[in-house]
C-alpha cells in the first residue's frame, strides 16, 4: 500500500511537470555534483533494492527528487547539495521512500553528503528475523554536518551505542526509540554540547548513567529516557541542563534520592518520574522550586510520607500522578485552592486519610479524579454537577467510610456511586427541651432547671416504688 501511494505522488509529479510549465524556473541552477546524485541513489538502493530508483529519477535530483529527499542551495552561485534523507513511508501526507524487509545502512555511504543534517527511519529496520547491527557512524569524520539523527520503530536495530557516533559532534537531535538497542549510555555523550533532544525510550539499555554526563548539556531542552533498564542515582549533573522543558524517566529502575539539583531546572513543564525505585525518602520538597511545571507524575514510587502544602508554589499544574506512593495523612486543601488549572489528579491506591477537601470539588478545570483504594472517610463534598462532568473518570472505591447523602445517589448522574454507603443523618427529637440554636451549657438557668428536675423526679420515682 505504501509503495503504491508512492508511486501515484510520482506521476503526480509527472503530471504537474507537464502540464503546468509555469512552474519551472527559467533559468535553472546548477546541477547536483555527480558524487552526491550517485551517493543518494546507492543510499536509497540500500533501503529499498526493490524500485528502480535510476530509473524513476533519471535527471538531477534536486530538480525532481522523492519526498523525503530534500536540497538546499549554498553561496551566491546557488550551489545545490543533499540537506535531509527521510526513509520509510509515514502517511500520504509524508510518503517517504518506503522500505523493505532488506533494508540497510552503510554510514561510509554518506560521506560525499558534506551538507547532511538531517537522517531519518521509520519502520526500517526490523520487518524480518535478520538483526541489523546499530551502523558505525563514526565512519565519518568530525566535520560531518550531521544534526539530526531519528530512528523511530526499528525493532531489529540491534547492538549498542558504544564507539557508534561519537564523531557527531554537531548533533542537535538524537532520538532512538522502539528499537532492540541495548548496553549503557556512553561517556563520550557529555561531549555533544549543542544537544536539545536526547529521546531514547522504549529500548533495552541498562545499567548506571555516568555522573557527569550532562555537565555541558546547557542547550538540552527535551531528555527522554523511559522504558529501558537504567539503573542506580540519577545524575545530580542534570541540574547543569539548565534549558530543560521536559524529563521523562518513567519505567526504569532508578533508585536513590530525587536529585537536589532540580531546583535549579526553572524551565521544566513536563517531569515523569513514575514507576522507578525511588523510594523511603518522602515527598520530593525539591518540586516546590519547580515554578514551570504542568505535569508531574511519580506514581510507583514508594516514597511515602505526606502530601506537603508546596501547592501555591506550583500553582500552574495541569496533570498530577501520585499513586501507589506509600502516602499517608490527609489531602491538604491547598490543593483545591492552589490547582485552578488540574485537569488530572491521581492520588489512588495510598493510605490517605480524613475527609475529601471540599476545595477539590471547587476545580472548574478537573475532568479526572482517582481517589480509589485509600482510607478516607466522611461524606462526599461534591456537587451532582460536579459528579456529572467527571463521570466514570471519578473514582472513589476502596474507601470503605466513605459516603455520600442519599440526595446525590439517587440523583441522575453519569457515575456509578452504588458502592458507596448512604451517609446517616444526624437524629434530633422534635420533643428537645431546648431550641436546637442553644446550648444547655451556654444557658445556665436552663441546665439547673434541668438537673432540679432530674433529681425531685428521681425521688418521686423512688418513694412510689418503695
Known amino acids: 500500500m505504501a509503495q503504491l501511494s508512492f508511486y501515484m505522488n510520482i506521476t503526480l509529479f509527472s503530471i504537474l511537470a507537464t502540464f503546468m510549465p509555469s512552474l519551472v524556473i527559467s533559468q535553472s541552477p546548477p546541477p547536483l555534483d555527480p558524487a552526491e546524485q550517485e551517493a543518494v541513489y546507492r543510499i536509497m538502493e540500500s533501503v529499498n533494492s526493490d524500485i528502480p530508483w535510476r530509473t524513476l529519477f533519471p535527471d538531477d535530483i534536486c530538480s525532481s527528487a522523492p519526498h523525503g529527499v530534500v536540497c538546499d542551495y549554498f553561496s551566491d552561485a546557488a550551489i545545490p547539495h543533499i540537506t535531509e534523507l527521510s526513509f520509510g ?4 501526507y509524508s510518503p517517504n521512500p518506503p522500505c523493505n524487509p532488506n533494508s540497510t545502512l552503510n554510514p561510509s555511504l554518506l560521506s560525499p553528503l558534506s551538507h547532511l543534517t538531517k537522517l531519518f527511519f521509520y519502520k526500517c529496520f526490523g520487518h524480518s528475523k535478520a538483526e541489523t547491527p546499530f551502523p558505525y557512524f563514526s565512519a565519518l569524520n568530525q566535520s560531518s554536518s550531521l544534526e539530526e539523527l531519528v ?19 554537531r548533533l542537535r537531535r538524537l532520538v532512538l526509540t522502539g528499537t532492540s538497542v541495548s548496553g549503557s549510555i556512553p561517556d563520550d555523550f557529555g561531549e555533544f554540547v549543542n544537544l536539545e533532544q536526547l529521546t531514547l525510550s522504549r529500548n533495552k539499555f541498562e545499567g548506571e548513567i555516568s555522573m557527569n554526563i550532562f555537565h555541558n548539556m546547557k542547550k538540552l531542552k527535551v531528555l527522554d529516557l ?12 542534570m541540574g547543569y541542563s539548565t534549558e530543560l522543558l521536559k524529563i521523562d524517566l518513567s519505567y526504569n529502575k532508578f533508585s536513590g534520592k530525587i536529585p537536589e539539583s532540580f531546583k535549579d531546572l ?6 515523569d518520574l513514575s514507576y522507578n525505585n525511588f523510594g523511603s525518602f518522602g515527598f520530593p520538597l525539591v518540586l516546590a522550586e519547580m515554578p514551570s511545571l504542568k505535569e508531574v507524575y511519580l506514581s510507583g514510587n514508594f516514597l511515602g510520607g505526606e502530601i506537603p502544602d508546596i501547592w501555591g508554589n506550583l500553582r500552574g499544574i495541569m496533570g498530577i500522578g501520585m499513586s501507589r506512593m506509600g502516602l499517608v495523612g490527609n489531602i491538604p486543601k491547598s490543593m483545591g485552592v492552589h490547582l485552578r488549572n488540574a485537569c488530572y489528579i491521581g492520588l489512588d491506591n495510598n493510605m ?11 476545580l472548574e478545570l478537573v475532568r479526572e479524579l482517582n481517589l480509589e483504594n485509600n482510607n478516607l472517610s466522611g461524606r462526599v463534598p461534591f456537587s451532582a454537577s460536579f459528579l456529572s462532568k467527571l463521570g466514570g473518570k471519578l473514582k472513589l472505591e476502596g474507601n470503605l467510610d466513605l459516603c455520600i447523602d442519599e440526595g446525590l445517589k439517587s440523583a441522575k448522574v453519569s457515575v456509578n456511586l452504588g458502592h458507596l454507603k448512604v451517609c446517616r443523618q444526624p437524629y434530633v427529637s422534635k420533643t428537645a427541651l431546648f431550641h436546637e440554636s442553644s446550648s ?3 444557658d445556665l438557668p436552663t441546665l ?11 425521688g418521686v420515682l423512688a418513694e412510689i416504688v418503695v
Open 89 to 92: 513511508y509515514v502517511s500520504d
Open 151 to 169: 530512528f523511530i520503530e526499528n525493532p531489529g536495530l540491534t547492538g549498542s551505542l558504544e564507539g557508534r557516533i561519537g564523531n557527531l559532534r
Open 226 to 237: 523511559s522504558d529501558n533498564g537504567f539503573e542506580g542515582n540519577v545524575p545530580e549533573s
Open 266 to 271: 526553572k524551565n521544566v513543564e513536563f517531569l
Open 352 to 362: 490517605l486519610e480524613g475527609v475529601v477537601p471540599q476545595e477539590i470539588g471547587d
Open 440 to 442: 444547655p451549657i451556654h
Open 448 to 458: 439547673a432547671f434541668m438537673v432540679v428536675g432530674v433529681f425531685y423526679f428521681g
